[in-house]
């Protein structure tokens, strides 16, 4: 029994070096080859989209996506398998990613045209900075995401407070416009507030009145202030969060990554690396 025990954790192992790390032969050419099959499979969606390529090979194409679909799907078993504790995997960013890869395919067969999210496949190309040896772009984007995720409070609150600020400022402008001008109701004038606070202005609404231009023209410098909060929130995180040098190494037990170069346990779920 413990025999059979050793066997299958180093049988775990080893599968887990081969689809989730890189630095050896076989599992490069793992990966090497999924990079691959997502491009291809990307393709197919693509091609599948127009309407006279579908025409005339739309059988051959459906086949192809459902070749895909399911090495993906038996690709996203063997993950779970070679690890010890597969819900780890399974709800991490890679693991949902890989999920969402496969699942639109099988919602197809009950509702139409669902197929096409397959796109989201794209997102697994992230893969490729591992394979090449550009681990320091991830961990730079993985101190993003600390950063944005420290910033959160403060930028909910910000978000909050536009919101108060652009329905009192939609209202003012129904008001100014006398209902007219675009400026029919309140929801259209709130609309026209954001769209003139962010700086995008369509140009689809536009007030008429002196004192309504006047009173857009305020919005629109206040609007250059406005942007670069949020932009100032997230950059004081990035400077407040300390970058440790980080390794590619991921946890045979959860699978997740971006551990210190020196450490010795997973700071996620304790197991030794």
């Known amino acids: 029994m413990e025999s059979l025990e050793k066997d299958a954790s180093h049988w775990r192992q080893k599968l ?3 689809v989730f790390e890189s630095n050896t032969f076989w599992g490069k050419t793992f990966d090497v080859s999924l990079i691959g099959a997502i491009l291809l499979s990307i393709l197919v969606v693509f091609l599948d989209s127009d309407a006279q390529i579908h025409q005339q090979y739309g059988t051959w194409l459906y086949v192809a996506e459902w070749v895909f679909t399911i090495l993906f799907s038996i690709e996203y078993l063997v993950r779970i398998i070679s690890i010890q504790r597969p819900l780890y995997y399974v709800f991490s960013f890679i693991g949902i990613v890989d999920l969402l890869a496969i699942v639109p395919a ?3 067969l009950f509702v139409a045209g669902t197929q096409y999210l397959l796109v989201i496949r794209a997102l697994r190309l992230l893969r490729i900075f591992r394979i090449l040896k550009m681990w320091h772009f991830i961990s730079e984007g993985q101190i993003i995401t600390k950063a944005l995720t420290r910033s959160y409070v403060k930028i909910t ?3 909050i407070f536009i919101l108060v600020l652009v329905t009192i400022l939609g209202s003012i402008m129904y008001l100014l416009e006398g209902g007219k001008n675009g400026f029919d109701n309140i929801p259209n004038s709130i609309y026209w507030a954001i769209v003139t606070l962010t700086t995008v202005g369509y140009g689809d609404i536009s007030p008429a009145t002196p ?3 006047f009173f857009a023209a305020i919005i629109m410098l206040c609007g250059y202030g406005i ?5 100032g929130i997230v950059t004081s995180e990035l400077i407040n969060t300390v970058q440790k040098g980080t390794s590619s190494e991921s946890c045979p037990n959860c699978s997740r990554e971006g551990h210190d ?3 010795t346990f997973c700071k996620y779920c304790g197991s030794k690396l």
Request: proline share 5%; net charge neutral; aromatic share 10%.
């Open 106 to 108: 099988y919602i197809s």
């Open 227 to 231: 942007i670069a909060v949020p932009t």
């Open 211 to 213: 004192l309504g231009k």
């Open 157 to 159: 609150v910000f978000i």
């Open 16 to 18: 887990h070096e081969i």
């Open 261 to 263: 170069r020196d450490a």
